[in-house]
């Protein structure tokens, strides 16, 4: 791992433009934002904002591109190609892309490179597998008029895809929406997070050098409510892949909506980890603190309602508390860091308002809810006992560290309690009854439940949530599907067999 002036260092070689095109080019953006490390809160470099200008730009080159340019005259086997040699050159540079991680969004080291850029790499691989098997279906059909039909579908790219991400895994969810997408024949224009825009930008110089035409894919930086609401808006996208908040969420569908325009809205969480009298305790500890605790708890699937049989209560608590206080916040270049900043200043203080609203709320706070460092926008690991599902820190979504410890008797307490939200995106079950296991994680809401361990992930499953947390899958097969239109063709056979 690099030290931290030389990741800095690192930060000049990383182009800060739009890339439209297969060019990189500022000389119509009239904005500009700054990079903010979280550790440090200093400045780390200054990007060129898209305006409109560079959204219809992005817009019609991707429109040509699949129209008349090379990209929409490259079959499967060749975008099989170009999505394993980006993989290959993104597994080459995997440093340079953890490292901007972690300084961009001020995650420990070890987190991109065990995760993000893994995933990363796996997702392109995986999608690159899918390009050339986008099969439709025969399908026998009746006479029409007496005479013979044959009817088959057709899957077709859905076009061009805007692909909106946040700052918390840019990388990885990026790569969630660009290789599903491109794999399916679609013309890509991401944009980046504000916060964290640095590796959608390295990746946009790799997709050059892996020799993609040019249109398929360009990478717009810029706000949300400037440029991201431009290219949502934008009726040449004829899909939103949106990853972020329910209140975002909402406007990008509203946006869609005008043109009935098809959306994957991946948006946030509330969800439970169920620990059973049953469960290995240790390991469940662990675990636990992994799902609440893992990306300073920035993470749409964090573990942040934690459901406990009373009778092991006392017990798993006292365990679940040594894990936090074992958690060491600091610098993600230092050596031994395992949490480090959260996102910005307005992160810091939201996550603090619901620290005190917790507390005011009669949860009892047993361990964290400080801030360790006067300077970066750290807080500590934070858990709340003896929490009613009805409190504001069991409602809302806090995205931060800090996890809600609450008691049940019943199993189907559990299963109420754990439904008892407006979200509906992961939920975790810690039990040593496999049979217990799948009744429960069919009776819990939510679109995916992971068993004695947090939310493995893995580029074959689908990923999304009902509810507050969105709709529409990403990954596996359904990744091919929500790029893709079903297209039917029905032919009325004039032939008639010789007498
Ligand atoms: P956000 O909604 O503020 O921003 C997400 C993206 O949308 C950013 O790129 C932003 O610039 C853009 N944006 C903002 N306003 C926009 C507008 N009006 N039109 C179009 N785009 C706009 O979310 P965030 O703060 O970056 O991320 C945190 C949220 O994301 C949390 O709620 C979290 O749960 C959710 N999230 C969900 C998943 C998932 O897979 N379900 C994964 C990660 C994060």
């Not at 599903?180 to 890509?188: I, K, Q």
């Not at 509330?270 to 500890?285: C, G, H, R, T, Y």
């Not at 049989?309 to 608590?317: K, L």
Request: glycine share 10%; aromatic share 8%; net charge negative.
């Amino acid at each position: 791992m690099l030290a931290r002036t030389e990741a800095e260092q690192l930060v000049s070689t990383v182009p800060t433009e739009p890339y439209i095109a297969g060019r990189w080019d500022s000389s119509h953006s009239v904005d500009t934002f700054d990079v903010i490390d979280p550790v440090t809160e200093r400045r780390l470099t200054t990007v060129a904002a898209a305006g409109a200008h560079e959204v219809d730009e992005a817009v019609s080159h991707a429109r040509s591109a699949l129209d008349e340019g090379v990209w929409g005259r490259t079959d499967g086997s060749g975008r099989a190609r170009l999505l394993n040699h980006l993989a290959d050159l993104i597994e080459a540079r995997s440093e340079e892309f953890a490292t901007l991680e972690s300084l961009d969004i001020g995650k420990p080291g070890f987190e991109p490179r065990a995760i993000d850029l893994p995933q990363t790499i796996q997702a392109f691989r995986y999608f690159a597998g899918w390009a050339d098997k986008v099969e439709g279906r025969s399908i026998p059909t009746s006479p029409y008029m007496g005479r013979p039909t044959h009817s088959y579908t057709v899957r077709e790219p859905v076009g061009v895809v805007a692909a909106i991400t946040p700052w918390n895994s840019p990388t990885m969810i990026g790569a969630w929406k660009i290789a599903p997408a491109l794999a399916a024949g679609c013309a890509v224009v991401l944009k980046p997070p504000e916060d964290a825009p640095l590796t959608s930008l390295l990746l946009a110089s790799l997709v050059e050098e892996a020799g993609f035409p040019a249109g398929a894919f360009s990478v717009l930086p810029g706000r949300g409510a400037v440029t991201g609401h431009l290219l949502a808006d934008h009726p040449g996208v004829d899909k939103i892949s949106f990853t972020g908040s329910p209140e975002t969420g909402y406007k990008v569908a509203v946006a869609a909506a005008k043109g009935f325009r098809r959306t994957t809205l991946e948006l946030g969480g509330k969800s439970p980890q169920i620990v059973f009298e049953d469960a290995d305790l240790d390991e469940a500890a662990r675990g636990v603190a992994v799902g609440i605790f893992a990306n300073q708890g920035e993470v749409c699937a964090a573990g942040s309602r934690i459901l406990v049989a009373r009778s092991v209560y006392d017990e798993f608590v006292e365990r679940l508390v040594a894990c936090a206080r074992d958690i060491k916040v600091g610098d993600p270049f230092d050596e031994g860091t395992t949490m480090g900043a959260l996102i910005n200043a307005r992160q810091l203080e939201r996550v603090s308002e619901y620290i005190t609203a917790g507390t005011d709320d009669g949860a009892r706070l047993i361990t964290g809810g400080g801030r360790p460092y006067s300077k970066g926008f750290f807080v500590e690991p934070t858990l709340f006992a003896e929490v009613d599902n009805s409190m504001t820190i069991a409602r809302r979504e806090i995205f931060g560290p800090v996890g809600a410890i609450i008691s049940f008797d019943a199993e189907s307490d559990a299963v109420a309690i754990a439904n008892d939200s407006e979200y509906a995106l992961a939920a975790t079950l810690w039990t040593s009854d496999v049979s217990r296991a799948h009744v429960v994680a069919r009776r819990v809401r939510a679109g995916a439940v992971a068993i004695n361990g947090w939310a493995p992930l893995d580029p074959r499953l689908p990923w999304g949530g009902s509810k507050l947390s969105g709709q529409g899958r990403e990954l596996g097969w359904a990744g091919i599907e929500a790029n893709t239109e079903e297209k039917t063709v029905t032919a009325v056979l004039s032939y008639s067999p010789a007498k």
